[in-house]
């Protein structure tokens, strides 16, 4: 129960302090599944101490939960790719990337130009779905 406050005050930090100063903040929650994560050009890239294949399937998992319609899901060896769409049309790209065998990179953007809030509410969910107990 401890580790799941000490989660939810980093993710409060973070929204709060937005930038550079919330990557560190962000970062000390590793022990939580989540190694880092950046905003950068409309787009929320996370890195979840995961495996490939079993991330990809969480992020499949997640947007379907989240009530939003697959309309791609695909991936290659090091490479994966899961769009969607909200009820409001809203499309949703996940791109899934390869690090390393315990390491995946998920790139969120909602919408167009990017919605920071919506982005960060998909990678939690994503982290929930993964590291479920």
Same mark, same amino acid.
């Given at each position: 129960?401890?580790?799941?406050?000490?989660?939810?005050?980093?993710?409060?930090?973070?929204?709060?302090?937005?930038?550079?100063?919330?990557?560190?903040?962000?970062?000390?929650?590793? +022990?939580? +599944?989540?190694?880092?994560?950046?905003?950068?050009? +409309?787009?929320?890239?996370?890195?979840?101490?995961?495996?490939?294949?079993? #991330?990809?399937?969480?992020?499949?998992? %997640?947007?379907?939960?989240?009530?939003?319609?697959? %309309? #791609?899901?695909?991936? !290659?060896? #090091?490479?994966?790719?899961?769009?969607?769409? $909200?009820?409001? !049309?809203?499309?949703?790209?996940? %791109?899934?990337?390869?690090?390393?065998?315990? $390491? %995946?990179?998920?790139?969120? $953007?909602?919408?167009?130009?990017?919605?920071?809030?919506?982005?960060?509410?998909?990678?939690?969910?994503?982290?929930?779905?993964?590291?479920?107990?």
């Amino acid at each position: 129960m401890r580790k799941r406050a000490q989660c939810m005050l980093l993710l409060a930090a973070c929204i709060f302090f937005g930038g550079c100063a919330a990557v560190a903040v962000f970062a000390v929650g590793a +022990g939580a +599944g989540v190694a880092g994560y950046k905003w950068y050009e +409309g787009s929320l890239k996370v890195e979840y101490e995961a495996p490939f294949v079993e #991330t990809f399937d969480a992020c499949a998992a %997640t947007l379907e939960k989240m009530e939003m319609k697959l %309309t #791609t899901k695909e991936h !290659k060896l #090091t490479k994966g790719w899961v769009f969607a769409k $909200r009820a409001d !049309k809203t499309e949703v790209q996940l %791109t899934i990337k390869y690090l390393s065998a315990k $390491r %995946t990179e998920v790139d969120i $953007r909602v919408g167009v130009f990017g919605d920071k809030d919506a982005s960060s509410l998909i990678g939690e969910e994503i982290r929930k779905e993964l590291f479920k107990k």
